[in-house]
């Protein structure tokens, strides 16, 4: 029986993993991720989730954990934040690079120093290159719904690829609203039970994560990007399975909210979606031709998609609630390149907020749209990036 | 290579595909005249690259490294490093 439940993002993973049925967890607290797993354990504990749920002494230990439980043939769930996903970075490359097929939600929050426990996606935008699919939610259905099709999606054949599924901390994760909450046997059949390719097995032996030498190394890199290139159309299919399904479409790899006949288009990845859709509505409103741009999957990054949305815009922004320093914000960088092939590429503005749990504000995103007007027809992209609210 | 690799780095048992023996400078020759076949070399090969039978003991030049471990531990004298050509 579907039921609807008043749930803040961190409960709504926490209720995902109940449908899931993992048979090992590992996991150590860090806020704000912390009442995933003490929701989760407190259902373990009721056997209402019939796992091995192992208390490790750090988050190294909790992926390797993972990571063993894995070899022996486990579906297996962990979760995490900011600096515990930092200590994890070692065993995230192993993970992806054993084609390990695990979910791990990570709630997105700053990396010290400053020390904060507030939120921005420096966290997972800094573990970019390690091979695992990168997921942006922007509310707690769509945490819930992303959760289930993140197992099938790294558990297909043809993917074997660990995916983060990524909510911001305290804006979802602490945050209730209603989640909607489909019938155990309906997500039976959308997530049958795991069936693990490469696992411990004593009558036919087999070496795990052996010692590759430069013979041999760079075809399983090749492998892996061939994995996440079979991804790309996979999450776009499984949005669409999904929505047959259970009737909600939180988007593939992306989500396009009134963009096709925009002039300017704004990109977000996370839950800043929902005020910048909103502001993009009060302007629409006003007869001004706006749209907003959600990147769902920032690995796979669909540039395709993107040239496709934003070609003919007369002016993009991009927000990034990260930094590559040195540089600019990490989205801004992909999606320039995306365009790279464009007859005409639009200028576009790289918008820095919402850094270490600063709210943006539904003025400053209209405020984002009228420097997007300012910006048509400049050459290039003048003075690019734009820290919002800057004290 | 000479075997298809699977697209994640694990392996059945037994596998050959990453061999040790091209690491190598100094070959162990053995004489079989002086192995009174007491296995030592089998045990302390560090590589288990030494593989024996009823018979003799031989080396299995895929893995063996080169170490020259076996020589030293012989206590017949019975094995020389001898430099690859």
Known sequence: MRERKFLSGNHAVAYAVKYIQPEVIAAYPITPQSSIVEKISQFVANREVDADFIRVESEHAALSACYGAACAGCRVFTATSSQGLAYMAEMLPYVSGSRFPMVMPVVNRSMAAPWTIWGDQQDAISQRDTGWIQLFVENAQEAFDTCLQAYRLAEDPAVLTPVMVNLDGFVLSHTEELVDLPAPEEVQAFLPPYQAKYAVDFTNPTTFCFGATPEVFAEYKYHQQAAMEAARQKITDLAVEFEQLFGRNHGGLIKEYSCEDADYILVTLGSFTGTARTAAQKLRAMGKKVGVLKVRSFRPFPAHEVARVLANTKAFGVLDRNYSYGNEGALFTEIKASLYDCAVRPPGLNFIGGLGGRDIRLDEFEAMFTKLEQAAGEPGTVKAVNFIGLR | ?85
């Open chain 2, 1 to 85: 290579m000479t075997v298809a690799l699977p697209s994640a780095p694990h392996l059945p048992n037994p596998n050959r595909p990453i061999t040790t023996g091209s690491w190598r400078t100094f070959r162990p020759v053995l004489d079989h005249e002086k192995c009174n076949l007491c296995l030592l070399c089998w045990v302390y090969c560090a590589d288990g690259a030494m593989k024996r039978s009823e018979e003799a003991v031989m080396v299995d030049l895929e893995f063996c490294k080169g170490c020259g471990i076996c020589a030293k531990e012989c206590h017949k004298d019975a094995i020389d490093m001898v430099e690859e050509g």
